[in-house]
């Protein structure tokens, strides 16, 4: 396994939500209903695909490999702001979670805070991604052989042990075509 392949993959898997989330943002604001299964799809895929899956291996693996080496204050301040875009990626999150809730308990007015953090998530990302392709590629320049096989490995493992790859990809799949009834999807 390439893991900074891998690492661009979901990029491209994550960049695909980001359409339906602006989407699904103009569908809510627009007052149509959404089938309940189609948000709950997209809040698992978030949870388990982007953060479990995607940022744990930059959280658990890839952060500390870096941060055990001696790298510019550059690069450790690029660090920093990747995990604060993480956090701030789960407070959005977990905000959508809550107000999905409420409305799927008919609270009508938790439809505009839905949008309003889903939106919000779908903004961050694009630039989120677009700095950590620029320091993935600077990055894995300064990695030894070594450290790029031993981020190689720990990667796999994490995929292993989720063992839940391949159920996100074909999840993506399925909101796409979801997405295909509801709007038209890029």
Known sequence: MDAFEELRKEHSEIMRLVSLMKHTVAHLRANQELPEQFVQDMLDFITGFAD???????????FPLLKSRQLSQGDLDLIDQL??????GRSFVAAMKESFKLYQNGDSGAVSELADNMESYANL??????KEAVFFKHIQSLLTPKELALHDEKCEKIEKELGEHEHF???????RATAMDLFPVN
């Open 52 to 62: 479990k899956c995607h940022h744990g291996k930059e959280e658990k693996v890839l």
């Open 83 to 88: 995990l604060e875009d993480h956090a701030q």
């Open 125 to 130: 990302l694009p630039g989120h991604i677009k």
């Open 169 to 175: 990809l074909e999840l993506m799949d399925r909101m």
